[in-house]
């Protein structure tokens, strides 16, 4: 079965924190989900890289207010797995 993964964030965030937390809920879907992470590949000069995601992974930002309503909804869903945190 194909996989579909999705991060969504508070437009309201700086960079840094937006990039910290894409980073954090990407590691937990990682471990949560068998057969996100690839196997490790090589590049055109022979170069090994570790465990490359085989799923798009697209990073999409809301209002802060959307964020618990996505939530909810997600989590109504048979078969979808929510990773979440908040501030």
Known sequence: MEKKCVIVLD???PVGLLANSSAVLALT???EIDGIL???IKDGSGETHKGI???VLPILKTKKANLTIIRERANSLDGVVVVDFSD
Request: no cysteine.
């Open 53 to 55: 995601t085989n799923t």
């Open 11 to 13: 437009q309201d965030l």
């Open 29 to 31: 879907l990682g471990k």
């Open 38 to 40: 690839g196997n490790d």
